[in-house]
């Protein structure tokens, strides 16, 4: 969500704010004041919110962590359980430092909760459009039949295209093995387990 030169990112879900479940912002801005302001807006008794002046690197991680959450979804469809999932996660998080570092070359500190956090929820979460959907298409269903079954848009499709193309553009290219990855089991209709297989023996 864009306010002007500011961005809101998470981590969190819309539906635990509903629920007034203790819930976690970050606004970014350039501008301190605009931040500020926005901040006081959406502060209550079960929103905390925090500031930071990465608005490119925020916005970012927002695309990313939807294609990782895919792929934690599409490893648990297959089968694979919490030991692989959490490196894939610990690999994916690396991923995306080095994409946005590519792009946005700042100090910034990946660890903190619009990065990690944000990607945390996002491939943990029974909430997760992304993992929903990832997780079909690792049990065999086709994107077409999975979108057809969810009621909702799962962002990570349109967004690894988005990010496996804006990598291969790149002058220098950042190293993606799992959007590449994703990549080619949604627009490549590879074997989701013939290609999880082989990136098991990438990452570590």
């Known amino acids: 969500m864009c306010l002007r030169d500011s961005v809101i990112g998470g981590p969190c879900h819309a539906e635990e704010i509903a629920l007034e479940r203790l819930s976690y912002l970050t606004i970014a801005s350039s501008n301190i004041n605009l931040c500020e302001q926005i901040s006081e807006k959406f502060k209550c008794k079960y929103i905390n919110v925090s500031s930071s002046d990465d608005v490119i690197g925020i916005e970012y991680a927002s695309m990313l962590k939807n294609i990782y959450a895919l792929a934690v979804g599409i490893s648990n469809g ?23 570092s590519k792009r946005h070359k700042i100090k910034r500190n990946i660890n903190n909760s619009a990065y990690l956090g944000d990607l945390l929820v996002t491939g943990y979460s029974s909430f997760s459009r992304n993992r929903m959907f990832g997780n079909m298409i690792g049990k065999g269903y086709t994107v077409r039949a999975a979108q057809l079954e969810m009621k909702m848009v799962a962002e990570g499709y349109i967004a690894t295209k988005k990010a496996y193309l804006l990598n291969q553009e790149a002058n220098k290219k ?31």
Not at 78 to 100: A, C, H, P, T, W
Not at 190 to 202: G, P, V, W
């Open 174 to 204: 950042a190293k993606t093995p799992i959007i590449d990855a994703i990549y080619k089991i949604l627009y490549e209709k590879r074997s989701a387990r013939k290609i999880f297989k082989e990136l098991s023996n990438i990452i570590s």
């Open 78 to 100: 297959l089968g694979y359980g919490d030991n692989y999932q959490s490196v894939l996660v610990s690999n994916s998080i690396k991923e995306m430092k080095r994409f946005i």
